[in-house]
């Protein structure tokens, strides 16, 4: 009852007597979120290059949690030849190219092949490696499988984006492709018996599957050969030359030969201070707790910035037809009625079109804020209604002006019946930070899928992550049914 009172007397108090200071947070909270660190792509003294940092052995973390691998190596001989700080960014292969042409970086190291299709969108350099598309089996199916023809009518997986997608759609499409978002799903999907085979780099899959152990075998000779180059966005040929001179100077030097065989050699796999499985059990903890950290710092930003724009806009749709009512719900009814990972897509991306470059983090407390925002004022106005009209009535005529009625009477009520609605919407919004990941966000699940690409356990670190959600939300939610069943003690059963 005391938090009910407090907290909105606090929230509308103002010298003018209006709801000022709400909506002055509201803004000043989307401002700060606006005026946060921004990822520069285009600052002269240094490279920001992008990769997935789930690649083994291209690029992922080693047993200290720190990126390595042939591509990481690669972008550090680039930026040395270059003589400018060098920044990875680790993002998702499915979003790494719009990323690029929305300028949140200036290239991609992750071992991208050359096509004529991106050629359309991006401008190379000189090819760094030259590898080849590997179809790899079941080590069981000594003769059964012994080439990609053998696979009519059968499973076959690839990660989503990748060339090798493209090559089987259009070259097999009387195999059923199947895509993932790393290969360590389609590793899970082989040992569960879902897939019949996959296609990756010939590099990658003999070294990943030697590394984890795992029971397959290449089938058949290359399916084609690929020529992995750096893209960078359209209009920069200064820069696409100058990494080009890098490269054949790394050439020259032997630096790129030296990398081959330190990541490709024949004891690459075996070499224990390069092997992928040895990430400590605490380097693992502390990254699971580091990205844990950044969830929660989302979710509360996000939750206090929508809550601040949820009421007036509660407000708003409790009242009588006007412009602005029609305004509101038609913004609420358009973010309720879209999938959030659009929302975020369309915030990360979309904002430099207008000439914002905004952070991943602060894309993702903007794109939250403002979905939770239209969830939660509709719990607003649902708590809004289920006061009695006369009890409005009764206020105004002991000569309390409306904002008084409103402070005193109306909205202590209103936010005492609408608590367990608004703690069960904050729980939807803690979860939803999962997607975030997508942009390149380092939150917990992003962190998790790190370790997965090292570990290839996924049953076991997508468990814990859920505990740690789980262990976080559930006194939320006995929270949210304990202050409901105090609600219907009080006479509010039927609201």
Known sequence: MLIAKFLPSRIFSSQAGKPSVLIGAAIFCLLFSFLAPRAQASDPEQLTVALTGKYPPFSFYDQNGELTGFDVDVSRGVARELGVELKI??????????????????????SMAITAE?????????????????????????????????????RVGAVLGETFEHYLTEKHPEIETVTYKSTV???????????????????????????????????????????M????????????????KALEALDNS?????????WFGPAAADNGAVRSGEMSNRTMALMLLKG????????????LCG??????????????????????????????????????????FGAPQIGLTISPVTSAIITLSINGAAYMAEVVRSGLMAVVPGQKLAARALGL????????????????????????????????????????????????????????????????VALMFFVFTYPLMKFAGRWEKALKKRGYADD
Do not use: C
């Open 185 to 227: 799903d389609i590793y899970q999907d082989m040992l569960n018996g879902r897939l019949d085979g996959f296609v990756t780099d010939r590099l990658v899959g003999g070294y990943q599957i030697k590394s984890a152990e795992m029971p397959f075998r290449p089938a058949g000779p290359l399916l084609y050969r690929e020529q």
């Open 118 to 154: 991106r050629e359309k969108q991006v401008d190379f350099s000189r090819p760094y490696y030259v590898s080849g598309a590997q179809l790899f089996v079941n080590a069981e199916n000594d003769t059964e499988i012994a080439s990609i023809n053998d696979l009519d009518g059968r």
């Open 401 to 464: 002006s409306p904002f008084q009625v409103f402070r005193f009477v109306v909205w202590p009520q209103a936010f005492r019946i609408a608590i367990p609605a608004l703690v069960n919407s904050s729980v939807a919004l803690l979860k939803d930070t999962a997607l975030v990941s997508v942009i390149s966000v380092a939150e917990v699940v992003r962190q998790a899928q790190s370790i997965i690409s090292v570990t290839y356990n996924p049953m076991k670190f997508y468990f814990i």
């Open 229 to 244: 180059g750096i893209p960078l966005a359209q209009g920069h040929p200064v820069l696409l030359a100058r990494i080009n």
């Open 307 to 348: 809550f601040l724009l949820a009421v007036p806009a509660g407000v708003v749709l409790n009242g009588k037809s006007s412009p602005l009512l029609l305004i509101v719900r038609t913004m609420v009814d358009f973010v309720r009625g879209t999938p959030v990972l659009i929302q975020l897509f369309f915030v990360y």
């Open 292 to 303: 844990f950290g950044v969830t929660i710092g989302i979710a509360f930003l996000s939750l």
């Open 89 to 110: 960014v680790a993002t998702e292969w499915d979003g790494i190219l719009a990323g690029l042409l929305a300028g949140k970086f200036d290239a991609i190291i992750g």
């Open 254 to 262: 032997g630096f790129m030969a030296d990398l081959q065989r330190k």
